[in-house]
């Protein structure tokens, strides 16, 4: 089969099929030269490209789709006009509005899509010095002192002793049942946890280190990264989280002998769907029927999809090194969020921050441009 490098494709969305007829729809151009000219020059294992197969290897191969997908980008830097550089608590989305959490503990409010600054809102939420920030249902929740708040209907912040398993770190996913989070001890190891909002019990396995849970079916999928070494990837399905081995909730966030708790899982209830080495997945997202990852594979960050042990690169993205080391995808009614940390420039902090809705992504950095 004959490929080009320079593909023309119809325009898609992420999340839905926009219903337009052939004829409505433009051509748009999605471009693969200076990825595969990347790979050709940084060639590891002096691999024989020979498109559209880019690479095969005893685990996995990696190709350039037939089916290429159109992503209108969007890069954008965003300063902090308080005191740190970067977010104490990952940023999230309320009312269309991104929400970012900085010391000394005020609120910064993005619209979005326009990433306009809406100090209105901001008046209304910084009326104390917050620590951290969460969306637990429809509700926007912080913490102060030792006090949880509650954002009420008319903007204000009411004391609420709402059950909140987070402490101090990223929510993963929630659903009617389940707030589910993560702890990441490198390679010693990762644990994911489901706590049941029903019975307030709290289930783990191993999951090294997870990013993105995705509900299909009933079914949970948990995809996991870590960076230690060349790299690897897991993607697991739990079809039942209350099958797997339970944990006292006192317990949660903490190494046992010297490892991840996750290890200790005993169940045998979560079943392995892929598990890669020499690559890391950030993140997934749903496109229509089919699921896209973000990889990330010797040196350059795309977005693919993962069928078997075949890796399909459906768009090059910004052809640089986006990387991370503990991120967090959180999936909205109409849009995905991606919050991105890196160690060598802010800890565990956030730095970058990914917002994918339709066909485009905004890439937003924190202060200054990363990972160029």
């Known amino acids: 089969m ?15 099929s926009c219903g337009q007829s052939k004829s409505d729809t433009p051509n748009i151009i999605v471009n693969f030269d200076t ?8 060639n590891y294992e002096n691999d024989t490209i020979k498109l559209p197969l880019i690479y095969k290897g005893d685990n996995y ?10 992503v209108n980008l969007i890069d954008t830097v965003l300063k902090n006009p308080f005191g740190n550089k970067y977010p104490v608590a990952y940023s999230l989305i309320f009312q269309d509005n991104l929400i970012a959490l900085f010391e000394p503990g005020n609120f910064v409010c993005y619209k979005i899509p326009s990433l306009e600054r809406n100090s209105d809102l901001e008046r209304k939420l910084n009326t104390r010095k917050f620590k951290y920030q969460w969306l637990l249902g429809n509700n926007l929740i912080a913490q102060s002192d030792n006090q949880t708040y509650v954002l009420d209907a008319d903007f204000k912040w009411e004391a609420s002793n709402i059950i909140n398993p987070l402490k101090n770190q990223p929510k993963l996913f ?18 994911v946890y489901f706590f049941n909002k029903n019975t307030q019990k709290t289930y783990f396995t191993e999951a090294t280190c997870a990013n993105t849970i995705t509900k299909r079916d009933g079914k949970y999928f948990v995809l ?26 006192n ?3 903490k190494t046992f002998q010297g490892q991840a708790l996750g290890y200790s899982d005993t169940s045998k209830h979560a079943k392995v769907i892929f598990d890669f080495y020499d690559l890391q997945t950030f993140s997934s997202i749903p496109f229509a029927d089919k699921t896209l990852y973000l990889v990330n594979w010797r040196q350059r960050t795309f ?7 075949t890796i399909s690169i459906v768009n090059p993205l910004f052809n640089d090194d986006l990387y991370t080391h503990r991120p967090v995808t959180t999936l909205y009614d109409k849009r995905a969020l991606m919050n991105l940390d890196f160690y060598g420039i802010a800890g565990e902090r956030e730095v970058t921050s990914l917002i994918v809705e339709g066909n485009k992504l905004i890439r937003i950095d924190w202060n200054e441009k990363h990972n160029r």
């Open 174 to 191: 929630e659903d009617d049942k389940y707030i589910i989070f993560f702890d990441c001890h490198g390679e010693w190891g990762g644990t």
């Open 303 to 309: 977005l693919a999809e993962i069928i078997d042990s």
């Open 2 to 16: 004959k490929t080009s490098l320079l593909l023309t494709i119809f325009i898609s969305t992420f999340f839905c």
């Open 251 to 253: 317990k949660t966030n």
């Open 61 to 70: 191969k990696v190709i350039l789709s037939d089916n290429p997908i159109f």
């Open 224 to 249: 996991s990264k870590l960076g230690h070494m060349s790299g690897s990837s897991e993607l697991k399905v739990i079809e039942n989280p209350d099958n797997l081995t339970i944990v006292d909730f």
């Open 35 to 42: 990825l595969i000219n990347r790979f050709k020059e940084y």
